[in-house]
């Protein structure tokens, strides 16, 4: 089989996306694994390499997929003339042009898979504000119409036209997956409905089965602590949470729960379920980053900073970094690059799947 290719966006420019880009292809042996490309402004990219002190490694400006050359020690970057005058573009701060350049690079990448000319894209992380006030700014005029997205998950899903979706994070063999993502609590609350929590169940388990795992154990966390105790502490694992895990075994789905969300992960770690889902952002995110996030407090510095977004549902393959865009890091050359270097043996290994 042929190495898929693999398209990168450089995430917002003000941020530590591009160093970390650079950082992870100057690992060498992912050339051996895939085809990577990187999408997004070539002059950010050499900066980056700069700020990285990685001089040595090539910047080719591509203005199309097949101009890549795929070698260690040069970055085919797939040139968008986002930001014209680099030396005066401000890192570390939310701005218009960032944030325009962070949604072009996302909306060509989405483009490159739909038309078959990437095997699976990878996203370095976008700056919500920034993106919203340059959507704003358009006034549609360079959006299709849309002039707010919540994240790259609902960009995703709005340009594939997929209307069944949700965000799985991974660190190693933890997974978790959620019924709502980019809300308040409150509403994240009223969101949780039988439909919905069935959805993301079969959606978990068909992503589990595409990896490979043979009957997939689904554990659905409860919303409530201890599960609501009966309705003690609130209803909606009796009406909705526990109506949708007896659907899903009705249809053969191993779905196992409700289970009480204090517990449920260091289960997971143990082995006990192949994937977890959430009931709302925090309820998956939390635990999540507590394992893959570590910092080293006699260095002062993060150990590292891994785990894997990962928007199931869509048509395409979509793996991100699990981390916002790093302002106060930028342009220290200081990074972490292991999240999106694991962000990119994901897409591989879904793209190989396929």
Not at 238 to 247: H, L
Request: proline share 4%; aromatic share 6%.
């Amino acid at each position: 089989m042929n190495k898929p290719i693999v398209g990168i966006t450089m995430g917002d420019p003000a941020g530590n996306g591009p160093e970390i880009t650079v950082k992870a292809l100057a690992h060498s042996d992912l050339y051996d694994r895939c085809r990577p490309l990187v999408v997004g402004d070539a002059k950010i990219l050499e900066q980056a390499a700069g700020f990285v002190g990685r001089t040595d490694i090539r910047i080719h400006r591509c203005e199309q997929v097949s101009d890549a050359l795929f070698v260690p020690g040069t970055i085919d970057v797939l040139h968008l003339e986002l930001i014209p005058d680099v030396a005066a573009f401000p890192i570390g701060q939310v701005s218009v042009e960032g944030g325009n350049a962070a949604f072009q690079c996302v909306r060509k990448v989405i483009q490159l898979a739909m038309d078959g000319q990437v095997d699976a894209t990878c996203t370095n992380a976008l700056n919500k504000e920034a993106m919203n006030k340059a959507l704003e700014a358009a006034n549609g005029a360079n959006s299709d119409g849309y002039t707010h997205f919540d994240g790259h998950t609902e960009i995703y899903a709005t340009y594939t036209n997929t209307k069944k979706y949700t965000m799985m994070l991974a660190h190693h063999d933890l997974r978790v997956v959620h019924v709502s993502t980019h809300c308040s609590l409150r509403e994240a609350c009223d969101r949780v409905k039988k439909a919905r929590v069935l959805e993301v169940i079969q959606i978990a388990h068909k992503a589990c089965v595409d990896m490979g795992i043979e009957n997939p154990r689904v554990a659905v966390a409860g919303l409530n602590p201890h599960c609501g105790e009966n309705g003690l502490f609130g209803t909606e694992e009796i009406d909705e949470i526990i109506p949708a895990i007896q659907e899903a075994k009705a249809q053969g789905i191993n779905a196992i729960g409700p289970c009480p969300p204090d517990s449920v992960f260091s289960e997971a770690l143990g082995g006990w379920y192949d994937i977890v889902v959430c009931m709302y952002h925090d309820q998956g995110h939390i635990p999540l980053k507590t394992v893959g996030f570590v910092y080293d407090r006699e260095k002062q510095s993060w150990k590292a900073v891994e785990g894997v977004n990962v928007t199931l549902g869509l048509p395409i393959i979509r793996t991100s970094v699990d981390h916002g865009t790093g302002f106060a890091l930028a342009g220290k050359g200081t990074s972490n690059e292991l999240s999106l270097v694991n962000a990119i043996d994901y897409a591989i290994r879904m793209a190989q799947s396929r």
